[in-house]
Structures are given as C-alpha cells and as structure tokens.
C-alpha cells in the first residue's frame, strides 16, 4: 500500500507499533506522523514524532538502540502500523528490553501457552550468567569445562530423548526434550552462535521446501 493510503488522525499522527522480529514481543508503541514515516521508509530505520517535544526523533539516536525496520503494515484501516523489527539493545528507556512489562493479571487458563518466549529466556538467562557468573551455576560449570563437556551431555541428552520416545512416555520425553534444546542453547553460546541464525536457516527452508532422495 502506499503511505497517502495511510490514515492520520486529526492531529497528523498514527500509532505505531514495534515488534521483534525473531520473538514475537511487543516492544514500544509511539506515533508517527508523516515525515517520521517518511524517514523510517527511507532509512529503515525507526523514527517516531514526540508528542511532548513536538519534534521528529530517530529511536536510538542517543542511546544507540536503533531499531532496524524488516517490515511494515498497517491494520485493516489502515490506522495504525505495526514493524517487525531487529532491536540494538534495549527498546525502553528503563532499561528494559521492551515497554510492556506492568502486569495487570495473568488468567491461570492461559498460562504456558506463550512457551515460545521460554525458549527467548533460556537463552537469554544463559547469555547472563556467561555475562555474570554465579557460583554453583551448571550454565557456568559447562561453559567452564568447554566445548568438548558441552558435546558430550548433548550426545547423553539426545540418547535419553531416544529411550524416552522409544518407551513411549511423553513426560520422559517432554522433560528429555527441554534438557537436548537446554545444552543445544549453551553449545550455542559457547560457539557464540546467535539463535537467530538458526532460525533464518529454518525459514529459507520452510520457504524453499527441498525434495530429498531417501
């Protein structure tokens, strides 16, 4: 769609939205109005219109976390934009990774079923304690001992999922299966392999289904 299909309100200004791209979390909402929708088209990267300052700003022309556009659309009227994103740093200027982080409730329906950003948090627990040892922590006695240590317990962790799967016990297996992605994740910071990495393998892949010959 082009951007004079874009609807600003009274005010000049749309909401827009900044998600990662990788994980799927919400990062910030701001506003943009034309000319910071302009630049951020231009650029690829964020820009946002201060409602406060009344005044254009490049996120993360102070801080250095920029945040660089991978995509943009607007919601079925065209009055709001979503951008899936690649975040430097932190998007909030607490400090925090994203905005969105006073909870209101959480439903006990409901909870685990986000378990994608489980992945994002093991990750991201095992990039801090490489950062920041503590003492007793297994994260750090792997990494510690080394690639050699780390290979080893995956070949012990991928022979248990295999007995697991065979015994036909799904909660063997789902703990099993947790314990194989856990190592899999500390071999891949000890080669400093971003995850991210791997994913992009999997979606050219997907994108590009390949006949095998067995």
Known sequence: MDIKDIKFDANGLVPAIAQDVVTGEVLMQAFMNKEALEKTVSTG??????????????????????????SMCTDCDSDCILMK????????????YSCFFNEIKEFDEYKGKSGANALFDCIATIAERAEN??????TNYLLGKGREKICKKIGEESSEVIIAAMKGDNDELKNELSDLLYHAFVLMKDRELDFSEVLDVLHARHSAPRKRNY
Do not use: I, M
């Not at 994103?85 to 925090?96: E, I, K, L, P, Y």
């Not at 040892?133 to 297994?138: F, L, M, N, T, V």
């Open 45 to 70: 990267k964020a820009h946002y219109y201060s409602r406060s300052r009344k005044k254009l700003w490049l996120k993360g022309e102070t801080s250095g976390h920029f945040q660089h556009v991978v």
């Open 133 to 138: 040892p503590e003492e007793g922590s297994y």
């Open 85 to 96: 994103v690649v975040q430097d740093g932190n998007a909030c200027h607490t400090g925090s």
